[in-house]
């Protein structure tokens, strides 16, 4: 094939130099950028400068991190365990309840998540269950968000689990229990712990829903970079982006260690 050649890959790697940088790097570094300096030079920001970042770790900037990584790790948590629940719950269906069952958990991915806030506000803003007002909502609503990426991620696993494992151990005269807690679960580790990262990165990201739902006392750092780059604090907000980036990608480094460990077990 053409990439197996001297000439093809380097095409390739043009190629993807040309579609990588503009659309993906680029748009970073100038918000790395921005977030080391004072103003704007023409078409770049310039005046550098450690300033920004001296809010953007301190203060309400460090207490909506906290917010966020207490939310997104709440959520994941939830999102996982209700998402493998069903994941096996529909692995013994047949066709046709297990695309029923597919298809609600994709409903609030298919619609705009501003819709799943409303929704969610809607449904909760009255007894006898009133989460309004509350912390407790807006990990709902992230819960809600991600659950479907953690169902698709462990149901793909699922269809991949050789199940002579299951059939051997049953053969042993192990019980059901015994066989999805110390066989097919330990198989799904490495499927679990991406579905995790997957649900912890996209909760850490959440915007729209959170707009409609949080309380002043649980502000996640989204709607922190929001509020900043809307009073025009252009800056400090690419700092607090930063942040967040940063933070985002060591939990995911994290998760990628014990999801390597896993997949050598």
Known sequence: MLVHSKTGRWAAWGLFGLLFLPLFALPLLVVVTASFSTHWSGAFP?????????SAVRGESLQALTTSLVTALVASLLALTVGTWAALAAARLKRRGKRSLDALFMLPVAVPSVVVGLAVLVAFSKPPVLLNGTSSIVILAHTILVTAFAHQSVSAAIV??????EQAAASLGARPAYVLWRVKLPLLLPSLTAAAGLCFALSMGELSATMMLYPPDWMPLPVR??????????????????????????????????????TYR
């Open 46 to 54: 310039s005046g550098p400068t450690t300033g920004n970042y001296a």
């Open 160 to 165: 991949r689990l050789d199940p002579a494992y």
């Open 225 to 262: 970079i929001f509020t900043a780059t809307d009073r025009g604090s252009l800056f400090g907000g690419s700092a607090v982006a930063v942040v967040l980036m940063a933070a985002t990608l060591l939990v995911l480094l994290a998760v990628s260690r014990i999801r390597t460990r896993a």
